[in-house]
């Protein structure tokens, strides 16, 4: 991910290459600007003059703002829905403790780029509901990696390399929760915790040791 730019800067966002296409021009600025300012300022306007291009263009290959967010999220932050889908489709020979060393760092990594853009929604009620209105036709949200963790963690369940009275949907909540809430405390104290890879290995194998056989 590119350096993020302060609030100053704004105005000065540009695009990678002039020569890019359209439509990465637009990621590239929406991604600047959602990662600086926020996603509630980060305007269509000012990601379309960002990007050097009409907000009429923007509109042309994104419905909505809420459209372009989530094409960040999926397009250019740390990839988690794939992996948590790929794992849930087929877990393969992995084992249980990599799997979940691979899916605890993945995370991290996401909340650690994504909380600066959604933080500021949260400061303004009815846009966080338009917002929300506005996703959930695109069966997207922060709900969604919960769900398919805990998916993939009743696969394992079934072919029995976790407890059998496990509880998929909480063991989910704990990873999730606590990577999200290592994201919250970089950004708010502004230091940087211990690495990912660190933190991955040791949240995993926590968990395992409460839900393993």
Same mark, same amino acid.
Request: glycine letters at 8%.
């Given at each position: 991910?590119?350096?993020?730019? #302060?609030?100053?800067?704004?105005?000065?966002?540009?695009?990678?290459?002039?020569?890019?296409?359209?439509?990465?021009?637009? @990621?590239?600025?929406?991604?600047?600007?959602?990662?600086?300012?926020?996603?509630?300022?980060?305007? #269509?306007?000012?990601?379309?003059?960002?990007?050097?291009?009409?907000?009429?263009?923007?509109?042309?290959?994104?419905?909505?703002?809420?459209?372009?967010?989530?094409?960040?999220?999926?397009?250019?932050? !740390?990839? @988690?829905?794939?992996?948590?889908?790929?794992?849930?489709?087929? !877990?393969?020979?992995?084992?249980?403790?990599?799997?979940?060393?691979?899916?605890?760092?993945?995370?991290?990594?996401?909340?650690?780029?994504?909380? !600066?853009?959604?933080?500021?929604?949260?400061?303004?009620?009815?846009?966080?509901? /338009?917002?929300?209105?506005?996703?959930?036709?695109?069966?997207?949200?922060?709900?969604?990696?919960?769900?398919?963790?805990?998916?993939?963690?009743?696969?394992?369940?079934?072919?029995? /390399?976790?407890?059998?009275?496990?509880?998929?949907?909480?063991?989910?909540?704990?990873?999730?929760?606590?990577?999200?809430?290592?994201?919250?405390?970089?950004?708010?104290?502004?230091?940087?915790?211990?690495?990912?890879?660190?933190?991955?290995?040791?949240?995993?194998?926590?968990?395992?040791?409460?839900?393993?056989?």
């Amino acid at each position: 991910m590119r350096q993020a730019l #302060t609030p100053t800067d704004r105005t000065n966002v540009t695009p990678s290459s002039p020569a890019a296409p359209t439509r990465t021009r637009i @990621l590239d600025a929406a991604e600047e600007l959602m990662g600086s300012i926020g996603l509630v300022r980060a305007t #269509t306007k000012e990601i379309a003059r960002a990007a050097g291009c009409s907000e009429a263009a923007l509109y042309k290959h994104f419905s909505s703002k809420e459209e372009l967010f989530v094409a960040v999220l999926q397009e250019r932050l !740390p990839a @988690l829905g794939p992996l948590l889908r790929d794992l849930m489709a087929d !877990p393969g020979d992995r084992g249980i403790e990599e799997c979940l060393t691979e899916i605890a760092r993945s995370a991290a990594l996401f909340y650690d780029a994504s909380t !600066p853009i959604g933080a500021s929604l949260f400061a303004d009620p009815a846009l966080l509901r /338009r917002h929300r209105d506005g996703l959930r036709p695109m069966g997207a949200g922060p709900h969604q990696p919960l769900r398919e963790l805990a998916a993939y963690l009743r696969t394992e369940r079934a072919h029995g /390399r976790i407890h059998p009275d496990a509880n998929p949907d909480a063991a989910a909540a704990l990873l999730l929760g606590a990577c999200f809430q290592r994201a919250f405390l970089r950004h708010f104290l502004g230091e940087a915790p211990e690495p990912a890879d660190a933190f991955a290995t040791a949240l995993a194998r926590t968990l395992l040791a409460g839900i393993g056989r």
